[in-house]
């Protein structure tokens, strides 16, 4: 059982990437040629995993850090979905015919903001352009304040077999802190249409470190969650940033947890979580010890990207909507974040690309690196060095050696033929991934905190 070490986390709970993809996407640039961008599809081979961004919230949580439209004028989404599917239309030529779509994920914003109708129209465009893989895996993201069974059974009929939804806290006084008053009974209903539904697999999303919170009543949260039998949960630490989130500034500081108490909350969320029989995958997910993320990550078959962690690897995604990422053996692109922006690109025949980059042989060896780390917990010398055609030990001698310190507090163990993550070095997978970042050290990028 993992038990966090307090005095390590203070020691190495600095700011550093999630890792999503590498190089990370502050380094993608405005002046990548957008064309070439859009022409690296048209060499992938691989299954396809879609994304698609559904920015519309009906009203604001004061803690989001999302790409997001605040509004309750349903048709917005009609227009919307009108310029997703002409962006949509726009990539399928560069689509080899013959390539399935393995994995779909709506992400926002809230996907169930849009009406059943207008799920059940965008999947008929869906359907008639790609072709799905009899098990693909397909999900997205709720709010059970505003959802219905019949948003339910309309995914339902798109394909939708996963779901992902926020919950943050329980408590009512923190609900009101954040603006997001969601009750049990909300909670409670989403997971029984869902289960009515046949969509057994259900993930949960909590935060820490927001207002009024205190180590006891997240305890409690916790508990409350529990009751839910979630397949997977992602906690994820809060990190107030006014400074580039506005909307924060609403958040008053004073009732914010300090650092200390923040720790202690980690400390409950990993103890009281895996005492319970969930399986701490990395960072901040947790599976059922026979869910698919667990099973992969003891197969060594998990992967990561800008959904987290997946157990499809391989897969060229293809991200459509505003502020979307796409990822390909060679590349990222990023769709342009404001919908004036991303429509006008749309409306003049253009590929609504903002920035992007184009990966050297060295980013795609970095990148392999790095999410073997993540994701298996390891690095075999031996297996990396014949896939890539050379010696890992002598190319990252630099690197191997940067992380002593790490292997003398117990978070690494250094072998002649491999890197291994330690129990309780899984707390600082991002801080271990970083000694094979060559991009640290440029630019300004501003991150989060490692734990």
């Not at 993608?28 to 994304?51: I, P």
């Not at 997971?191 to 927001?210: F, P, V």
């Not at 992007?356 to 780390?373: F, H, Q, Y």
Request: proline content about 4%.
């Amino acid at each position: 059982m993992l038990i966090p070490d307090l005095d390590l986390i203070r020691k190495y709970n600095q700011p550093g990437p999630r890792y999503t993809s590498y190089p990370t996407a502050p380094h993608f640039s405005h002046d990548t040629d957008k064309t070439e961008l859009a022409n690296q599809t048209e060499s992938e081979d691989s299954d396809l995993s879609l994304y698609f961004h559904i920015p519309f919230c009906r009203s604001l949580c004061w803690f989001c850090g999302c790409t997001k439209i605040i509004t309750t004028k349903q048709e917005q989404a009609d227009h919307y979905l009108d310029l997703m599917e002409r962006e949509i239309d726009l990539f399928i030529p560069r689509i080899k015919a013959g390539r399935k779509v393995r994995q779909l994920h709506f992400g926002g914003g809230t996907p169930n903001y849009l009406s059943p109708s207008q799920i059940d129209r965008f999947a008929s465009f869906l359907h008639e352009r790609f072709d799905f893989h009899p098990d693909a895996e397909l999900g997205t993201e709720l709010d059970p304040r505003t959802l219905t069974a019949e948003h339910i059974d309309a995914f339902r009929r798109l394909g939708i077999n996963r779901a992902s939804m926020g919950v943050q806290d329980t408590k009512t006084e923190v609900q009101q802190a954040v603006h997001r008053i969601q009750t049990d009974e909300h909670n409670r209903n989403a997971l029984q249409w869902l289960r009515e539904a046949g969509i057994s697999s259900c993930n949960l999303d909590l935060i820490y470190g927001l207002p009024k919170q205190t180590p006891e009543s997240f305890e409690q949260t916790l508990y409350n969650i529990l009751e839910y039998n979630p397949d997977r949960l992602a906690v994820f630490s809060y990190a107030h940033v006014p400074w580039i989130m506005p909307a924060q500034k609403i958040l008053e500081a004073k009732d914010l947890p300090d650092p200390e108490a923040k720790l202690r909350m980690l400390e409950k969320i990993i103890t009281i979580l895996t005492d319970n029989g969930y399986h701490y995958v990395g960072m901040d997910h947790f599976a059922k010890q026979d869910d698919e993320l667990a099973v992969a990550q003891k197969n060594k078959t998990l992967q990561r990207n800008f959904q987290g962690y997946s157990t499809h690897g391989g897969v060229e995604i293809c991200a459509f909507g505003m502020s979307s990422i796409s990822q390909t053996s060679r590349s990222y692109r990023q769709n342009f974040k404001d919908l004036t922006d991303y429509g006008q690109a749309l409306g003049e025949g253009q590929y609504p690309i903002d920035r992007g980059i184009i990966l050297t042989d060295e980013d795609v060896l970095r990148r392999d690196l790095i999410m073997s780390i993540m994701c298996q917990l390891e690095l075999n010398y031996e297996a990396k060095s014949k896939q890539h055609g050379i010696d890992i030990r002598s190319h990252f001698a630099d690197s191997i050696e940067s992380l002593k310190p790490m292997e003398d507090d117990g978070l690494v163990e250094l072998n002649d033929d491999a890197l291994l993550v330690t129990n309780q070095g899984r707390l600082f997978i991002r801080n271990i991934a970083m000694a094979f970042d060559a991009y640290l050290d440029s630019g300004k990028a501003k991150f989060s905190k490692t734990v």
